[in-house]
């Protein structure tokens, strides 16, 4: 009719975007979730792109809009357990312990979350090595170690002369040497959190008499 006035409407092209970056999380979760699956029940090099694709329900090209290789995969859980560890430590971190106390919790906390899902981190950290990751990866828990260090230092429990890089440096290897040698073994990481703790004692208490 001449002369109505026309409400607006909703502005479509928000819409459209926001049900498209739904979907498309939704399918990189699937894709994500499909390869986990089949690398820890089969084995990372025995795993195809067809069967991810297959597994997720997606024609294979759409692997290649979401990661340009298989490999972009191991890139993508070493991103999410780096979140996970962060938040654990970063939580242990916040805690009013002694440095020793934090540093032990630590320890404990890295063994438990491993343990939780013991086959995938066997799977994705051998395939994590033999992709080369580990010689340029941004090294993550240094960090959280080095600033319990740091707080130590500052509350005296720390000598002034140590350096909470370093330290943090020497126990993130600590770390992940050991579950380095529980994963090459093939070894249960049953007995993991008590050789980290006894390790960082050794770290922190030094081996020479006195």
């Known amino acids: ?42 084995g990372y090099e025995e795993t195809s792109i067809e069967e991810i694709t297959e ?3 997606v024609a294979r090209g759409t692997f290649f809009n979401y990661f340009d290789k298989k490999e972009e995969v191991i890139a993508a859980w070493g991103a999410r ?3 996970t560890l962060r938040a654990e430590l970063g939580a242990i971190a916040g805690e009013n312990h002694d440095v020793s ?9 890295l063994a ?5 899902e013991w086959r995938t981190t066997q ?18 828990a240094t960090s959280l170690f080095a600033e319990i260090i740091a707080t130590g230092k500052q509350a005296g429990e720390i000598a002034d002369h140590v350096d909470p890089t370093l330290v943090g440096n020497i126990l993130r290897d600590v770390y992940l040497g050991t579950l ?12 993991l959190a008590n050789e980290l703790v006894t390790t960082l004692r050794l770290v922190m208490n030094g081996v020479l008499v006195r």
């Not at 438990?112 to 939780?116: F, H, L, P």
């Open 101 to 109: 106390t934090c540093l032990e919790n630590c320890m404990r906390a």
């Open 1 to 42: 009719m001449a002369g109505t006035r026309r409400v607006a409407e909703p502005a479509a092209p928000a819409q459209a975007v926001g049900r498209r970056e739904r979907h498309k999380r939704a399918t990189y979760e699937r894709l994500y979730t499909a390869s986990i699956d089949l690398f820890t029940g089969q």
């Open 81 to 83: 357990r780096r979140d």
């Open 123 to 140: 799977v994705m950290l051998t395939a994590w090595v033999r992709c080369g990751h580990p010689i340029f990866e941004t090294p993550y």
């Open 112 to 116: 438990k979350i491993n343990k939780m």
């Open 180 to 191: 380095y040698r529980y994963v090459g073994r093939g070894k249960q990481p049953t007995t």
């Open 55 to 57: 597994r997720a329900d």
